[in-house]
């Protein structure tokens, strides 16, 4: 079973009524009101609102789904948006138009996991029925999972792994596909090409990090990872073939003594990136893929037309850079994706990768 990763993930149970039976359910637009932890307004802790009153979500595609959340977990990314971190570009994808002249994002519910039971299908579903168990991460710019029901379109969700309860799938689906699109998407790995490649994953004891070490080993990846010594044995018994201590020296000088790599995930950022690329085989399609990036902040400080500016110029430059010293520099970002939650399921279920608790 794949493990839960991070100690920070905390996965919410709701309670709540009980699903009807297949065929006799009742349609969601009977409700007008539900129960959702809310904010309206940026800031701390203390902008969190727990209402009985918010909006029930309604079915406005015919290719979307309402989900009853059975479970929901926390990310970084729900303390980063609370704070306000990416709202230019999240609010320029809900109200791409300007249609509405006031802030369309408030009230806002947080929560991007899921884990729960299908109660109602557009007219254009025909994958999900109401009754089935799903899974999903939702985009960053729609109404979150910290609510009784969630909307979430056909091709975000997924049918949760047999093996795993509500409450142990719902930490899952954020980071898993994360790590997906950074290592498939964007990386090029995948089952068929990944045996056998020296993969290094700094920052290897988080939420992405520990999936993405089951992941490539699952693949047949040999895996080195960079972590704490604190999380040395959680990494070593996920799979990881090196674990490396960065509190014990220099870290950039420990991994030049080992073998150089094809690929590298990049967690952490910062300093790393300016040392971490002349650790990969040079012309031989080795990749460097981070998921540090600077898009949304600079959206947030230059507006959305100057922050894209500036977000390409930054990463043409890296890219155009590398790549004539003969490495592959690249971003990855979270991306929804219920085909690609259908091949972590599959994962899962099959027992490919290790389980810890």
Same mark, same amino acid.
């Given at each position: 079973m794949l493990s839960r990763g991070a100690a920070g993930w905390r996965a919410l149970r709701w309670a709540g009524r009980r699903p009807r039976a297949r065929g006799l359910?009742?349609?969601p637009r009977a409700w007008s009101a539900m129960p959702s932890w809310v904010i309206d307004r940026y800031g701390s802790n203390?902008?969190?609102r727990f209402t009985r009153d918010m909006v029930f979500p309604i079915i406005h595609f015919p290719n979307e789904v309402i989900i009853r959340v059975?479970?929901?977990?926390?990310?970084?990314?729900?303390?980063?948006?609370?704070?306000?971190y990416g709202a230019t570009a999240l609010n320029m994808k809900r109200d791409p138009l300007k249609l509405k002249t006031e802030e369309t994002e408030?009230?806002?519910?947080?929560?991007?996991?899921?884990?729960?039971?299908v109660?109602?299908?557009g007219l254009s579903v025909s994958y999900f029925k109401p009754g089935d168990e799903v899974w999903a991460a939702i985009p960053l710019w729609k109404q979150g999972t910290l609510s009784e029901f969630v909307v979430a379109s056909g091709n975000e969700?997924?049918?949760?792994?047999?093996?795993? #309860?509500?409450?142990?799938? $719902?930490a899952l689906p954020y980071v898993g596909l994360t790590a997906w699109s950074a290592l498939n998407q964007v990386g090029g790995l995948n089952k068929s090409n990944c045996s056998g490649k020296r993969v290094l994953i700094l920052g290897a004891s988080g939420g992405v990090g520990t999936f993405a070490v089951q992941l490539v080993k699952a693949w047949g990846a040999h895996v080195t990872a960079v972590c704490s010594h604190d999380a040395s044995t959680l990494v070593k018994k996920l799979g990881a073939d090196d674990v490396i201590d960065y509190k014990s020296g220099n870290l950039e000088e420990q991994l030049k003594t080992l073998p150089l790599f094809d690929f590298i995930l990049d967690n952490?950022?910062? #300093?790393?990136?300016?040392? $971490?690329?002349?650790?990969?085989?040079?012309?031989s399609g080795a990749t460097y893929?981070?998921?540090?990036?600077?898009f949304l902040i600079n959206m947030d400080k230059l507006g959305v037309a100057d922050g894209m500016l500036q977000t390409g110029v930054t990463v043409g430059s890296k890219t155009l850079k590398h790549l004539l010293k003969g490495v592959h520099y690249r971003w990855a970002f979270f991306m929804p994706s219920g085909p690609s939650l259908d091949e972590i399921a599959e994962l899962v279920d099959s027992g490919k990768t290790q389980e810890f608790s």
């Open positions: 359910h009742a349609s203390e902008v969190l059975h479970a929901a977990s926390l990310n970084p990314i729900d303390l980063s948006m609370r704070s306000g408030f009230p806002l519910t947080l929560g991007r996991d899921v884990s729960g039971v109660m109602e299908c969700v997924s049918f949760k792994p047999k093996c795993l #309860s509500h409450i142990e799938a $719902a952490v950022g910062g #300093s790393t990136e300016k040392w $971490a690329l002349d650790l990969l085989k040079k012309w893929v981070t998921l540090v990036t600077p």
